[in-house]
């Protein structure tokens, strides 16, 4: 293989370090591939990094979380389910874990009695009326125990699941809402919630 020179044309022997007629030095072809190489390399590591960035949002993000909440309700871990909410409101006064969970006990068992499958669908954001009285219904209910600066962002995530038809109905859709609070996603008690 011989070299040619890019500026006027002509060829070169293979050892040639710049042209011989108007002395434009040549590129090392080896200098050339690592280049390519290099481009190669950032571009898979930047896809890669993408990739991880979208994987982790299936794992923590507020779809992953209501996932979570479904399948404790699925198999009637009542204590999994308070658990899920919102650390204001487990830290409101006249809030308890165990005082929730005695109010919500007979819903999560009937349920993990019912719930044959779920699908959570792509979270929502919800309009601004809704998410101010989102917010409005925190304040009145978690008292000093909610700071709002730590409300970072809402979604709705919507669920459809498959039940035993001689419990309730065959198949039906419900609405959680995931609060990101304290840099966690978190469920927020909604009444659209069974």
């Not at 919500?104 to 009937?110: A, F, G, L, P």
Request: proline share 3%; with cysteine; glycine share 6%.
């Amino acid at each position: 293989m011989s070299k040619v020179c890019k500026q006027c044309g002509v060829k070169h022997k293979n050892s040639a370090t710049k042209c011989g007629i108007c002395g434009t030095p040549f590129e090392d072809v080896r200098v050339t591939v690592m280049k390519k190489s290099v481009i190669i390399c950032s571009a898979i590591a930047v896809i890669v990094a993408v990739a991880i960035a979208i994987g982790l949002g299936f794992l923590i993000g507020p779809r992953a979380k209501v996932s979570h909440v479904m399948r404790c309700y699925k198999r009637g871990d009542t204590m999994a389910v308070v658990n899920s909410y919102a650390s204001c409101l487990l830290d409101a006064e006249g809030y308890s874990r165990e005082k929730i969970a005695s109010i919500i006990s007979k819903n999560v068992e009937d349920l993990s009695n019912y719930i044959v499958s779920f699908r959570t669908a792509r979270p929502q954001d919800p309009n601004e009326r809704d998410r101010e009285a989102l917010i409005d219904e925190m304040r009145y209910t978690c008292g000093d125990a909610f700071d709002e600066s730590k409300l970072s962002d809402i979604k709705y995530v919507w669920v459809t699941f498959k039940g035993k038809e001689s419990i309730y109905w065959g198949k039906t859709t419900t609405r959680f809402v995931v609060v990101k609070y304290d840099g966690r996603w978190q469920i927020w008690p909604d009444y659209v919630n069974f």
